[in-house]
């Protein structure tokens, strides 16, 4: 006995079509290049296509530091430093590159920091993570404490691989 899809109601004649259709997709793929089948495109390489940066010292700076642990980032005028005594919001007075280094002075009421940041690699001494620059930070006359940089707009490192 032959049965006509006009003889279901129109939802479950649907129901049957797709079902019907979806049995087809076994099928081997089509050839590229056969009559009506075109080729994919090819992969879009992300980076090429958003124009990877290149990191700069005359970037916004992330310079971060361990034991003590601080973190400095420059922000046009500005110097916000943070660590385990604290934030500061520090006033840019100078900001020199010369031959491969940046030194950044900033003062606030408390003191002075100075950042200086060089066009060196660095591996962060605990996460071993790979940083463009490598950092110096010197808080109200104290000794240095050597860090990693970055530029600002540069997410954070992961840990290697």
Do not use: H, Y
């Not at 990877?52 to 005359?58: A, I």
Request: charged share 20%; aromatic share 4%.
């Amino acid at each position: 006995m032959r049965t006509s899809l006009s003889a279901f109601p129109p939802i479950l004649a649907g129901a049957i079509c797709l079902a019907l259709a979806a049995c087809g997709r076994d099928q081997e793929a089509p050839v590229p290049g056969e009559q009506g089948v075109t080729a994919p495109a090819a992969p879009v390489d992300a980076s090429a296509a958003a124009g990877e940066r290149t990191p700069s010292l005359q970037d916004e700076l992330v310079l971060l530091t361990n034991e003590p642990f601080w973190q400095a980032r420059t922000d046009g005028p500005e110097l916000a430093l943070s660590g385990i005594e604290g934030q500061r919001q520090l006033d840019v007075v100078s900001s020199v590159l010369t031959e491969g280094t940046r030194t950044v002075v900033a003062n606030d009421a408390s003191g002075k920091v100075e950042l200086r940041v060089t066009e060196e690699p660095c591996q962060d001494s605990m996460a071993g993570a790979s940083f463009p620059f490598t950092g110096t930070l010197v808080i109200d006359g104290g000794a240095p404490i050597q860090g990693c940089a970055r530029p600002a707009w540069m997410p954070p490192p992961g840990e290697p691989d």
